[in-house]
């Protein structure tokens, strides 16, 4: 998917007083991999363009989120609660967050049983492909970071992993709507790389170092690729997990509409950090699994920094 090609590699979106890297991933791959590795270093985020998903896989994801959004509620509410798999409305996670939203938390291992809808059939492409795309973009970090090529990838690509789609839909809030209105609250993800792709509609914001908040402008040809709390422990917080968030839709008459896969380690994976890594330090988490930090994780609220609980101390 990744060719190399004489394309300049980046291009720097301005955005208020930040400029977020978009990296053409058609480009030189060895420059590509040492970009990616900047931009997870200064932002643990950054945009991909040219990244090899075929248009028609995201349209089709698209229109088919659109028709189970447009449903009337009790139809939604069929598919079971967000509990955690499912549909949800306004409730985010098991400990009383809320959001301006509704969304479709959907498992994408290999295992689920398959089904022929024409909407299972859309998810397991778009899934198959942001998959793909996910592994690409841990083995250039491998690349860039001189760890083995699979180091990272392996895990997303594991047939037990536990990565998820989630699908969220942002009506409109135009009545009591006021400036800072909140749709998805200020988080990180706990995962390994999180690939969102949204509609035209704007929303999503990054909080970098500084403590700032900065608006992703909204790309549809582009994916937003962020850094998960995994690893940000794996890279012994060479990158760290992007804190972000979604402020309400203001637009007057369209919807919001993101797709967000979230690459996940299988659930007896041990998360530890490579030995490259820590050549001249020592190592700031212990080793723990997936699965234990996924408890840790559903037991707490949404804007906690849940890593601290496996630092070495
Ligand atoms: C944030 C990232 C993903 O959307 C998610 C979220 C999950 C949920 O909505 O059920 C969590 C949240 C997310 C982190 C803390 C817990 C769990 C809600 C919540 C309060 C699906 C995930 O894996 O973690």
Not at 35 to 61: P, R, S, T
Not at 72 to 88: C, D, H, I, T
Not at 134 to 154: N, Q, T
Not at 165 to 184: A, S
Request: charged fraction near 20%; charge should be neutral.
């Amino acid at each position: 998917m990744v060719v190399a090609t004489q394309v300049n590699p980046i291009r720097m979106e301005k955005n208020r007083e930040v400029e977020i890297p978009v990296i053409d991933l058609s480009a030189n791959r060895s420059k590509v991999a040492k970009l990616i590795v900047k931009a997870c270093e200064e932002y643990g985020f950054f945009l991909v363009i040219n990244h090899g998903v075929a248009h028609h896989i995201i349209n089709e994801m698209e229109d088919e989120s659109f028709e189970f959004f447009d449903k009337p509620l009790p139809e939604k509410e069929r598919v079971g609660s967000a509990n955690p798999f499912g549909y949800g409305s306004k409730n985010i996670g098991l400990s009383g967050d809320t959001g301006e939203l509704e969304y479709l938390l959907l498992q994408t291992n290999q295992n689920s049983v398959a089904n022929t809808s024409k909407f299972s059939c859309a998810v397991s492409s778009y899934v198959e492909s942001v998959r793909e795309l996910a592994c690409e973009i841990l083995e250039l970090i491998a690349k860039g970071l001189g760890v083995p090529h699979s180091f990272f990838s392996h895990l997303v690509r594991h047939f037990d992993s536990d990565s998820l789609l989630r699908l969220n839909h942002y009506p409109p809030v135009t009545h009591c709507f006021h400036r800072g209105t909140i749709g998805f609250g200020e988080h990180s993800d706990p995962q390994i790389l999180t690939l969102l792709r949204s509609n035209g509609v704007p929303g999503l914001q990054i909080s970098l170092r500084n403590g700032l908040w900065y608006p992703v402008s909204p790309d549809p040809h582009a994916f937003c690729v962020n850094i998960g709390d995994i690893l940000q422990a794996m890279t012994n917080e060479r990158f760290v997990s992007v804190r972000h968030r979604v402020m309400a839709n203001s637009s007057p008459n369209r919807s919001r509409l993101s797709m967000v896969f979230f690459g996940a380690p299988p659930p007896e994976a041990i998360i530890t950090c490579p030995p490259q890594l820590l050549e001249r330090n020592k190592p700031l988490y212990r080793a723990f699994t997936w699965a234990e930090y996924k408890l840790h994780t559903y037991a707490h609220r949404l804007g906690e920094t849940r890593l601290d609980h496996f630092k070495i101390t």
